[in-house]
């Protein structure tokens, strides 16, 4: 009777700290949607409002590495149980870097509406696609991490390819930019940074979704092929 009480208490303490993480899924993706609003209207405001945002994001992680700290300490986890917490701990690690992404952008936002008129013609609306696209692979990512969706995890996978060709395609377009007028070049440079930080955010959740088929199959996917990822599944 006192294992299965143990075993009960372990298990909502597994759920208290799923659900923090999704919590901080939460706050992160909202900082990411404020940050490129703050880009498509050049909102100074909204963008402030990302860097002070910032700080809650990093407590939250501070919050969460110490309750998964204490949780390995007192209940000593074997097996899926010890590689869900690590799973936890690199989940919540990669969030907060995604939310330092979205504090780039917002940092980048602010120091393009400083600088000359000339901004006004380049792509910046044109990232919208690569952060939406961003944007619904963290969502995926978390909703998969919830599940602990192997399907969903590889389906994450194989659509990282296309952030980096968005990626590729809007630096190309800025170099044209820049080369046309060199008054643009500065506010290109913030721009080449806001689609890099996009481009990153999409890594952090191809990275959540390696961590869902560590914690189910045992196996570390880094650098590991498609083809070897799907066999491991079977």
């Known amino acids: 009777m ?3 009480h143990l075993s009960t208490q372990f298990d909502s303490e597994l759920s208290s700290l799923s659900s923090r993480v999704m919590e901080l899924g939460g706050l992160v993706e909202s900082q990411i949607r404020q940050a490129i609003d703050s880009l498509a209207n050049f909102n100074e405001e909204a963008a402030r409002q990302v860097v002070e945002n ?3 994001v990093n407590q939250m992680e501070v919050d969460i590495d110490r309750e998964l700290s204490s949780v390995i300490a007192r209940r000593q986890p074997t097996a899926r149980d010890l590689r869900l917490l690590m799973a936890i701990s690199k989940t919540t ?3 907060e870097r995604v939310g330092d992404e979205a504090e780039r952008i917002a ?3 602010r120091s393009i509406i400083g600088k000359s008129g000339a901004v006004r013609a380049l792509p910046a609306n044109e990232l919208s696609v690569a952060a939406d696209l961003a944007s619904a692979q963290l969502r995926k990512a978390l909703d998969a991490f919830a599940r602990l969706d ?3 995890a590889v389906a994450i996978l194989k659509e990282d390819d296309l952030l980096d060709q968005e990626f590729d395609g809007f630096v190309r377009k800025l170099i ?3 080369m046309e007028d060199p008054r ?3 506010s290109s440079l913030d721009l080449l940074f806001v689609a890099k930080a996009i481009e990153r955010i999409g890594d952090h959740a191809k990275n959540i979704a390696e961590f869902i088929i560590y914690v189910v199959k045992g196996a570390d996917v880094r650098h590991t092929s498609m083809e070897d990822i799907e066999s491991a599944l079977r």
């Open 93 to 95: 690690a990669n969030l």
């Open 176 to 178: 044209t930019y820049m």
């Open 107 to 109: 940092r980048m936002v």
């Open 150 to 152: 192997t399907r969903s």
């Open 2 to 4: 006192a294992d299965k």
């Open 54 to 56: 910032e700080a809650r």
């Open 184 to 186: 643009t070049i500065s």
